[in-house]
Nanobody, 127 residues
Framework: QVQLVESGGGLVQAGDSLRLSCAAS????????MGWFRQAPGKEREFVAGILRTGDSTKYADSAKGRFTISRDLAEKTVSLQMTSLKSEDTAMYYC????????????????????WGQGTQVTVSS
């Protein structure tokens, strides 16, 4: 079955870096858009970053631009989120998500395109 398993979360201090990873299985990883979302307590889940199947197109939320980098490894079937200069407001549960297959264009990153989710990994940034 389709599985997305996140890892790499933890407790860090403001200004630190952290790298999240998501291991995908049970589907043809190379044809799907992948993304990272997060949900803080009392808030709705929000898009953080996305990457198209080819890896040559990415999109970031304004809050992530310049600090976060999403990447994917087709051979390892993983998608990663490198986070730098972390802030207390980055504290949230981070979820890996699968988007649509064989998708191209900016519409691929619309939140409604992501229908499959991992269990999440907690990131806590202390100030």
């Amino acid at each position: 079955q389709v599985q997305l398993v996140e890892s790499g979360g933890g407790l860090v201090q403001a200004g630190d870096s952290l790298r999240l990873s998501c291991a995908a299985s049970g589907f043809i990883f190379s044809v799907y858009t992948m993304g990272w979302f997060r949900q803080a307590p009392g808030k709705e889940r929000e898009f953080v970053a996305g990457i198209l199947r080819t890896g040559d197109s990415t999109k970031y939320a304004d809050s992530a631009k310049g600090r976060f980098t999403i990447s994917r490894d087709l051979a390892e079937k993983t998608v990663s989120l490198q986070m730098t200069s972390l802030k207390s407001e980055d504290t949230a549960m981070y979820y890996c998500a699968r988007g649509a297959p064989n998708c191209s264009g900016n519409g691929c990153f619309d939140s409604t395109m992501f229908q499959t989710w991992g269990q999440g990994t907690q990131v806590t940034v202390s100030s």
